[in-house]
């Protein structure tokens, strides 16, 4: 059963075995899990439950409603955007699909520079192969790759670069386009389709919007959490919830969970709680074509390019993908009649992007006088080099398959008519909010490691000052994890779940 | 227009208001330049025209005029900012949804970019009142500024006026956007397919629906509440 704010009336207590927060990419596989081996499982989901039928793809309506914030959420100066979904389903529900297997290359590097054991690509694997069974990856299809995405195969495949059709987690695409505002078909198979009902029909209850305020423990143990039911629309509190849990998991996403753990003032004998946040800072160009586009149909993401994933050869992944005009728009060049001609153009621009491999030097902060996370964020040289190559390489891109002009994503517009103005990118500076950037990827905060100094959990996703408290979602991540997430969040979240159960006289008795 | 477009004068207010919390100190510098000078227009601003639930007569005018500046629409078969009537659309269903301090700071840059002229371009007029090319030229400012408080506040009124006004279906056919899948189809969208099952089989099974509390059940209210495995 979902309970949702309407459906609370005063004060509740549940006694369980395993409370989960937060019922995304984390939460939804590590209750599914928990629930189908009989154990007795509550969610609490601080966004609303939402489901096909309240998706009317509108892309105000949708960001204001599925988003963190509205969208707005990120570092007060406004230098990138942080983009989290708040709802049942989490981030999975407002993402582009694409699934990628975690790298070998940084889980080898989490075991050797951060001693994390247990989670190579091999032990791995079999979570992995279940989870790409349940939410359906596969290959995209010729007909869910669009025109915009066709051009970004077509540019890499003229200069001899690396190209694929992404992997995306879809049934019966109907190619609508609208994959980041929710699906309206339930063709996305998101965990708020797929893991949370099956968490449910399984017997476990999920609570949306419920708050966590704290995490309890005694004696070096948690044993329980209190939240608070609040209505969507009016912040009206309508009961208190206490859950009595032998097992607590955190999935909360790497902005809420460690503020979650900074409020209940536990977990961070290392320091690390909130501290080394990545966020695959996604920089965006765009291709003005001679032929109509309507990119804003179709498989958003639909192909990609790994030429430059490696470090050493620039260090991000190109991506296709152009949204509707109201969030689309935010991203081309200048304003008035310059930005206007722009936009009369919009069905001929084809836009992607580049999910840069950051390094972990930004912070979240629990701020008590407003109840909200401080987010501190600012590329480092390493960061705003691959940033400033990508912007180039995208450029090489466009023209390649053809593009007439190019729009890169500097706030003081530079528009390119031709390859041999690229090298004017050199000149321009990467500081804060000289372009604009978006982040979908935000990780890292909670870090995982074998040092108890250096880290806030193991290897089996125990916290290390505390016991039976768990984190499961992205901010585990020692480093940045270089590809979209989502699938090595479900994998890792349900491997550790397992582990669990492998060991249940130690957490249930 | 004389301008004191300077970098000593940019220099000055970057330092001052620095920039991660420049919001916060922008709220104090807008209002010590209102109450400080005797600004023409500085207490007249037209009524909305429609009930407004978050914004002020004052913001509401100064948010129009940046988008209309931002949006420009020119051309034949594109509506204005106020046409559309993004800036009602926006104040009646999405700023009341803004968490507390976001809305405080956005309020702040209002008034900020209202009364700034004086500061950064000489100008005695507040912004709602400049000509529509001094308009554009003081944003030309801020968005080419080399210093990152006027970037920042530029891209956060950029950002705010073209979701507004690209949100509203009449402004779509003026870039050629055929509108959201839905509204397309119509009575002729597919059905959804539902939610995964363990049912073993097809997951088209079952209504997401299904998983609610059935309308019009009870409220649940319990001092204990247990669930079987």
Known sequence: MILEAKDVQGDLTEDVDVVVIGSGAGGGPFAYEMARAGKRVVILEAGGYYTSADFSEEEMEMVNKLYVDGGNQGPADGSIHILQGKCVGGSSTVNAMMCFH???????????????TGLSLQDLMPAIEEVEEIIHVHEALPHEINAANRLVM???????WHNAPLRRNTKECLVSGSCMMGCAFDRKRSVLVTFVPMAVEAGARLYADAEVQTIHAKEGR???????????????????????????????GAIQTPCILQRSGLANSSGMVGRNLAVHPGIVTGGLF?????????????????????????????EGGTMGPAMGGQVLPGFGEEFREIMRQYSHIATGNAIVHDSCVGKVTYNPDTGRADIEYEMDEDTARRSRDSIKQMARMWFAAGAK??????????????????????GRSMGPNQLSMVSYHPQATVRMGGDPRTSVIDSKGECHDVRNLFVADASIFPTSIAVNPQVSVMAISMHFARGILADQDRYFS | MGSLNDTSTEAMVEDWLGRRS???RAMFTASAIASATMLPGCGNYPDAGAALRVLSAKEFAILQAVAETIIAPTGPGEPSVAQVRAIEHLDQNVLPKMPANVLSDFKSLLLTVEHAPILFEGALSPFTELSDADKASYLDGFMRSQYTLRKTMFQALKVVSVTAYFAMPASWSSVGYNGPFKWQLGDASPRPLGISTLKGGDPSMANPGALRIPSGGEPVSAAVETHDS
């Open chain 1, 290 to 318: 001679e032929q109509q586009l309507n990119a804003w149909r179709g498989g958003v993401c639909g192909s990609y390019s790994a030429e430059f994933a490696d470090d050493d050869k620039g260090g991000y992944y190109i």
């Open chain 1, 154 to 160: 077509k540019g890499c495949e003229e200069l001899g």
């Open chain 1, 222 to 252: 948690a044993n329980g959490v209190s939240a608070l039911v609040k209505d969507r629309d009016s912040g009206e509190v309508k009961g208190r919830l206490t859950v009595n849990a032998k097992v607590v998991v955190v999935c909360a």
């Open chain 2, 22 to 24: 420049f919001l916060k």
């Open chain 1, 102 to 116: 975690p790298p070998e290359k940084i889980l080898n590097k989490w075991a050797n520079e951060h001693g994390v």
């Open chain 1, 405 to 426: 002009r190019v729009y890169t994503p500097f706030v003081d517009p530079l528009v390119l008519d031709n390859v041999d103005e690229i090298d004017r990118i050199d």
